[in-house]
């Protein structure tokens, strides 16, 4: 296959529902306000790509590849990360609607989560270690065989994570968030 190579382009304002991105290795570029809803981008390369205010919803992110890629202000509603390309992925999320989205197995080591809602998120057996969620909502996230090692949680809110299940050595925490790592042991915290 021939794909195309594509470096330091800015695409802004672009509906890519319609007519799909063009398979290829996209470098350096940025995409503003564009919309990737239900959009096929199996098998893209985008290394050190940035999205800002893009749509990313449902769409097919079967093989590809992120690679030090920036998502600022975006909705990615229902993403199935774990089908992703996982050779150098790293990604990094400011401000965006990652609901319903699945990161299961994948290494997020060291990934900074600020601003993001990230209700019933799927993280199981997911590396999280080192990991920064700062000011992100975890409602109904499954954290499950998950390792936090080190991960700073300290201003998430609203997560249950069950310590017996999953790796919390050297976490951080505030004592806010007690309840969502203590209410699987039936207790009251005042």
């Known amino acids: 296959m021939n794909d195309k190579y594509i470096e ?4 802004e304002g672009v509906d890519f529902s319609g007519t799909p991105l063009a398979m290829g290795h996209y470098e350096v570029c940025s995409f503003l306000s564009c919309n990737f809803a239900h959009s096929d981008l199996s098998g893209i390369h985008f290394t050190e790509c940035t999205f800002r205010d893009c749509d990313l919803s449902m769409a097919n992110i079967m093989e590809t590849s992120f690679k030090s890629v920036t998502f600022k202000d975006c909705k990615m509603l ?9 050779f150098l ?11 319903i989205s699945n990161f299961c197995k994948i290494n997020l080591k060291g ?34 065989h998950t390792n936090l090692e080190k991960a700073d949680l300290r201003t998430a809110t ?14 951080k925490f505030s004592v806010s968030g007690l309840p969502g790592l203590l209410g699987s042991f039936d207790i009251e915290i005042e």
């Open 111 to 144: 990934t900074r989560f600020k601003k993001c809602s990230l209700q019933e998120v799927d993280f199981t057996e997911t590396d999280l270690s080192g990991a920064f969620l700062d000011e992100c909502d975890l409602s109904g996230a499954i954290f499950d």
């Open 78 to 86: 229902g993403l199935q990360f774990e089908e992703c390309n996982d």
């Open 8 to 11: 330091e382009q800015d695409f």
């Open 158 to 171: 609203h997560y249950t994570i069950h310590p017996e299940n999953n790796r919390i050595r050297k976490a």
């Open 89 to 99: 992925f790293a990604v990094g999320f400011d401000h965006c609607l990652l609901n």
